[in-house]
Structures are given as C-alpha cells and as structure tokens.
C-alpha cells in the first residue's frame, strides 16, 4: 500500500502557513521556530546587527545520547597562526618545514615565542 504524508508548517506567531523553519541559539540555548517570510525576515534584521558584531561559536551537534553539544574549535585552536606565514618565517630561521601537511610542535612553538617577543618591543 502507497502513502502519501504532507507536512505542512505553522508559522509560530500568526498561525499561517509558514515558509521555513528558522535554528537560532542564545545563552547556550538552541531554539526553532517556524515562520511565515514576512517574520522571518524580521527576525534576521533583529538579529543582523548583532550577528554583524558577534564572534562564530560554532555549530551544535547533537551527540549520540541526544543532548547537544557544541563543535566550536578551542581556542588555542582558533588561534592558531598562518601555517604560510609559519613555514615562511621557519625556512628564514633556518627550520625545516615541508610544503604540506603539519608544522612541527617545536616550531610552532618558536613561531609563538617570536611572536610575543615583537608583541613586547
């Protein structure tokens, strides 16, 4: 036997017809809701300035027991310096670095080192 099963959204403030579904976080919190265009257009020019000005946590996941945790990259990760810019100053300072692939930890390190050295003077 053949079913067909239509899904039909709500917009959440009007109760019309609703054009999509719209993920949105705050204070840790993930939220839905479904709007209409109109509304959801409004809720992007509400949360545009702000979105403007604000830093990219990363994307929520959800883990395998249904809670939801976040992907957001560490900060020591996010700060990572360019690998470019790295293997340039580390052939200059005579380190051997390949063209591809990781930096060593050792120069990294000397990389860091140098950095909050020129920071200071």
């Known amino acids: 036997m053949a079913r067909k099963v239509i899904t039909t959204l709500v917009c959440d403030v009007t109760g019309a017809e609703a054009a999509e579904t719209i993920n949105f976080g705050i204070d840790g919190k ?3 809701i479904d709007l209409a265009e109109n509304h959801a257009g409004i809720l992007r ?3 545009g300035d702000y ?3 604000a ?11 249904g809670s939801r945790r976040s992907a ?12 470019s810019e790295v293997r340039a100053w580390a052939r200059q300072e005579g ?3 390949s063209a591809r692939g990781r930096v060593s930890a050792e120069v990294l390190t000397a ?4 950095s909050k050295l ?3 003077g």
């Open 72 to 83: 957001a990259v560490s900060g020591e990760r996010a700060r990572r310096p360019d690998l």
């Open 55 to 65: 830093r990219r946590a990363g994307k929520l996941t959800t883990t395998s027991t």
């Open 51 to 53: 979105v403007e000005v």
């Open 118 to 120: 020129a920071a200071v």
């Open 45 to 47: 020019d509400i949360l």
């Open 30 to 32: 993930m939220y839905e």
């Open 111 to 114: 990389f860091d080192e140098r």
């Open 95 to 97: 380190y051997s670095v």
